[in-house]
T-cell receptor, first 110, second 113 residues
């Protein structure tokens, strides 16, 4: 079983829409969680960390559900520039590695 | 502040040739990582280092070697390149053990013919 699993998508949404992605992780002892964004043929870039109480950064909201072992990313008022692949990242209890999901592709259409 | 710098950006090799990819970071980070990314596979960890002079195997270490002689540099070597090693290689660094996120270089696109 993979450490981290994501729906590959693509999610095709119109501008202004709200879209949500989930990411499930297998190790219940996982400690740190992040969402990264990756544009085509570019390096992953940190979008936001995910805190236990949930956190928001502008149009982006991240949440953690430890009981069901998933994290989520909500994007409100989608922009064309949000089109990218979104990677979720989990670190285990000993923190020495980062486990990446394969990514969820988002296409925001005019 | 350059962050994480990878050289070269592109390279084409013939099967059996060797080469070294260089990753340099100027953030004084302890931890450094090498990943490869293939279509539909996501990022896979090749090797990582938890400090100067240390290295450890990741998920797909076969065919690669690494060295961390200086804290700021992490080298990835291919001793005898194979077509299966055609990929995009990313280096990353982080200040500590996963509490803080990783910072990535902009990648090396490597083709093995």
């Amino acid at each position: 079983r993979k450490e981290v699993e994501q729906d590959p998508g693509p999610f095709n949404v119109p501008e202004g829409a709200t879209v949500a992605f989930n990411c499930t992780y297998s190790n219940s002892a996982s400690q740190s969680f992040f969402w990264y964004r990756q544009d085509c043929r570019k390096e992953p870039k940190l979008l936001m960390s995910v805190y236990s109480s949930g956190n928001e950064d502008g149009r982006f909201t991240a949440q953690l559900n430890r009981a069901s072992q998933y994290i989520s990313l909500l994007i409100r008022d989608s922009k064309l520039s949000d089109s990218a692949t979104y990677l979720c990242v989990v670190t285990p209890y000993n923190f020495n590695k980062f486990y990446f999901g394969s990514g969820t592709k988002l296409n925001v259409k005019p | 502040n350059a962050g994480v710098t990878q050289t070269p950006k592109f390279r084409v090799l013939k099967t059996g040739q060797s080469m070294t990819l260089l990753c340099a970071q100027d953030m004084n980070h302890e931890y450094m990582y090498w990943y490869r990314q293939d279509p539909g596979m996501g990022l896979r960890l090749i090797h990582y280092s938890v400090g100067e002079g240390t290295t450890a195997k990741g998920e797909v270490p076969d065919g690669y070697n690494v060295s961390r002689l200086k804290k700021q540099n992490f080298l990835l070597g291919l001793e005898s390149a194979a077509p299966s090693q055609t990929s995009v290689y990313f280096c990353a660094s982080s200040p500590d053990r996963g509490y803080q996120p990783q910072h990535f270089g902009d990648g090396t696109r490597l083709s093995i013919l």
